[in-house]
């Protein structure tokens, strides 16, 4: 019988299967690595966008800020002009109060009253001033106390002097206008 001697060809089986193994192995660790490597390179490109990212909106958040900043300085400013506004309207309500008392008293005075000082102080009004005579101040206090323009009438003080060597009285009183009433009633109306 003929032998034949195998051990050289399953020898050689075996290294070329250990060949190919190592092939394989070798593809599959290139392959591994080339693909770690790319997952790397895209990991770092998103974390090189995400930073370029935060850094734009972190600008953006300060440009922001700023603005708000302006806002919050506007508003402030808003206020104060707001504030003067009102306080230019109550001047300008309060602009006529005392030309409107002045008329007031002009048609209550009699030809034998004179006024020789008026104090206005926020509607409180204070006045010195001369008569005739007791009567005449008293009609004057009288006329007053009608005009609808003023009410608490009070007479502090009358007194005896002369002008010219012709006897006359000399008198304080106080009242409050309302003409400020009339006003909110006819603003509201």
């Keep these: ?12 089986r075996r290294q070329n299967q250990i060949l190919q193994h190592l092939g394989w192995l070798i593809g599959v660790l290139l392959a591994v690595t080339v693909m770690l490597f790319l997952a790397d390179s895209y990991i770092n490109g998103q ?36 504030r003067k ?43 010195a001033g001369y008569g005739e005579s007791n009567k005449a101040v008293a009609n004057f206090m009288r006329a007053l106390d009608k005009a609808p323009e003023f009410n608490n009438i009070a007479l502090q003080v009358i007194s005896r002097t002369s002008a010219d060597g012709t006897p006359i009285r000399s008198f304080n009183m106080t009242l409050n206008r309302v003409l400020q009433a009339k006003e909110e009633q006819g603003g509201s109306k």
């Design 1 to 12: 019988m003929i032998r034949i001697n195998l051990i050289p060809y399953r020898a050689e």
């Design 85 to 127: 506004l009102a306080l230019v309207d109550q001047l300008q309500e309060g602009r006529f109060e005392s030309l409107i008392t002045l008329n007031a008293l002009s048609k209550v005075i009699p030809e034998n009253v004179w006024l020789s000082s008026v104090n206005d102080n926020a509607g409180n009004l204070s006045f």
């Design 47 to 82: 974390l090189s966008d995400l930073k370029d990212e935060y850094t734009q909106i972190r600008a953006q958040n300060l440009e922001l800020m700023k603005k708000i900043g302006k806002i919050k300085d506007l508003d402030k400013l808003r206020a104060e002009v707001e």
